[in-house]
């Protein structure tokens, strides 16, 4: 992606060069050195050139450019977006810009915004792999999983690299089609630097197969090479739960999870859910309202603490609790039902 940043910005900064009214030599020498402070990874370096360049010609398309991109680099969606919708004002065929700013709305979930950037992106025959590749993935979250298939296969097509099987194992998985996915996560595990996101697709995808074991393992593979990474964590914590397999080891996950990000909701209603399903409604109390009190409006912490409750013989707290539950997540019984929980609160709640 470097690379592809390092062409475009020598080739608009080309342009600026024969345009005197846009740029002088200052502006574009700054621009030129932001971009070699790119290239080395110094960030801090890359706004400060950039912001110099701006200075003196603040019609310096690629200045905007190389500032997004640290935007980008550092979460900062929102100031990467102005960035990049300056640079395109100014050069309305900076194609990079495009891409990278669909990028950065697929990261906001503005999806539909993302689109129309990334299909105009993908015209630049040098940025259509990439911008096909993540065409697909917000065409995923918009649920056009088929046309997604489509755009991540043109993207392969294009460059066979194991990014773009993660990512239709992800569309597949979406798409209900969980014994592809697994075919397509399994592929991908031969580039190192994919294999610990194509080891968590599998887990995923042998989880919606019911083969528990397996994406047990999986993510004991993740941890083994990753021992911080709380999402693989929580997964097995959360798989261990459902399986009912290893109350023990699931704990442990789920503590080492919760010392990591000591007031993630999602964590504690994973270690509730836990609770529950080996007979622990009293913890599983104590889980649900940690889950509530960092987020109140978390559907899963406020469901979870109706059925501790509701175990617990506080049937009427209970309802009142399930009442604000399903308000939040009108599927969110459904979605525990499919893991073996379905409390009576659930049915009270429908008669009414």
Not at 77 to 97: C, E, F, Q, R, V
Not at 141 to 168: F, M, N, S, T
Not at 207 to 224: G, Q, T, V
Not at 309 to 324: H, I, K, P, Q
């Amino acid at each position: 992606m470097v690379r592809a940043i390092i062409a475009a910005v020598i080739a608009a900064l080309a342009l600026v060069a024969w345009s005197p009214v846009l740029a002088g030599p200052s502006a574009m020498e700054l621009t030129e050195s932001a971009l070699e402070h790119l290239k080395a990874g110094r960030l801090d370096a890359v706004v400060a050139d950039a912001d110099a360049a701006l200075a003196i010609d603040p019609r310096m398309a690629p200045a905007y450019l190389l500032r997004g991109d640290v935007h980008q680099a550092r979460g900062n969606y929102g100031g990467a977006i102005k960035d990049y919708s300056a640079a395109i004002t100014i050069n309305p065929d900076l194609d990079l810009a495009r891409l990278n700013r669909g990028i950065a709305n697929i990261n906001l979930g503005d999806f539909e915004s993302a689109v129309e950037d990334l299909e105009k992106a993908a015209r630049d025959r040098s940025l259509e792999s990439k911008a096909r590749g993540e065409l697909s993935v917000a065409l995923r979250h918009l649920g056009r999983h088929r046309q997604a298939l489509a755009e991540v296969d043109r993207a392969y097509r294009l460059k066979p690299i194991a990014q773009w099987l993660v990512v239709r194992g992800d569309i597949l998985l979406a798409n209900g089609e969980p014994g592809m996915a697994l075919k397509t996560f399994t592929d991908a595990l031969a580039d190192p630097k994919e294999r610990l996101t194509a080891l968590d697709g599998r887990a995923r995808a042998h989880f919606e197969l019911r083969d528990y074991a397996r994406a047990i393992a999986d993510y004991e593979k993740i941890i083994a090479e990753a021992p911080d990474s709380v999402a693989a964590l929580n997964d097995l914590c959360w798989t261990r739960a459902v399986a009912r397999s290893g109350l023990a080891q699931a704990e442990i996950a789920c503590d080492r999870a919760l010392k990591l990000t000591p007031e993630d909701p999602l964590v504690y209603a994973t270690r509730a859910y836990l609770w529950l399903a080996f007979a622990r409604p009293d913890a599983a109390l104590a889980d649900a309202e940690a889950a509530t009190r960092f987020d109140p409006d978390y559907p899963d912490g406020r469901f979870l603490r109706a059925v501790a409750l509701e175990r617990l013989g506080r049937g009427a707290e209970a309802a009142v609790e399930m009442s604000v539950a399903l308000k939040l997540d009108p599927e969110i019984a459904r979605t525990y039902a499919g893991h073996g929980m379905s409390p009576q609160t659930v049915s009270s709640q429908r008669r009414d």
